[in-house]
């Protein structure tokens, strides 16, 4: 479990290095059914900013964690990626196609904790 936190903020610190928005933490460990201990959810302003975070949050996992995603998603059009690393699922979206799919709020029962953006 302790890995699970540690990955949340090394993925923190990746999403904010190429100043991701909005970084919600949801903690799904309590919840029956979820499919993963944490969601960490993001925006860019652009696809070129979706791609820049996804990249970064690897390298980040990857240089501090030495973890790997399991499989990562929506890169050919950058609008919404998804990164699974098994415990960790980070989701960076396009603002629009974040507040359709209003992924916060899908599990009412989990802890959500918003983190503030760095500028």
């Not at 479990?1 to 949801?26: D, F, H, P, R, W």
């Not at 969601?39 to 652009?46: A, D, K, M, R």
């Not at 603002?95 to 359709?100: A, I, L």
């Amino acid at each position: 479990m302790e890995t699970s936190t540690q990955l949340v903020e090394t993925i923190k610190k990746g999403i904010q290095e190429k100043k991701g928005s909005n970084i919600v933490v949801a903690d799904l460990q309590g919840i029956d059914g979820a499919i993963c201990h944490y969601f960490v959810i993001c925006q860019g302003n652009s696809p070129a900013q979706v791609e820049a975070i996804a990249d970064s949050v690897g390298e980040f996992a990857r240089k501090e964690m030495q973890e790997k995603p399991t499989a990562v998603v929506g890169l050919e059009n950058a609008q919404w990626v998804a990164m699974d690393y098994t415990d960790v699922m980070v989701h960076i979206f396009l603002p629009d196609v974040r507040e359709y799919y209003d992924l916060e709020h899908l599990w009412e029962d989990a802890e959500v904790t918003q983190i503030p953006d760095l500028d």
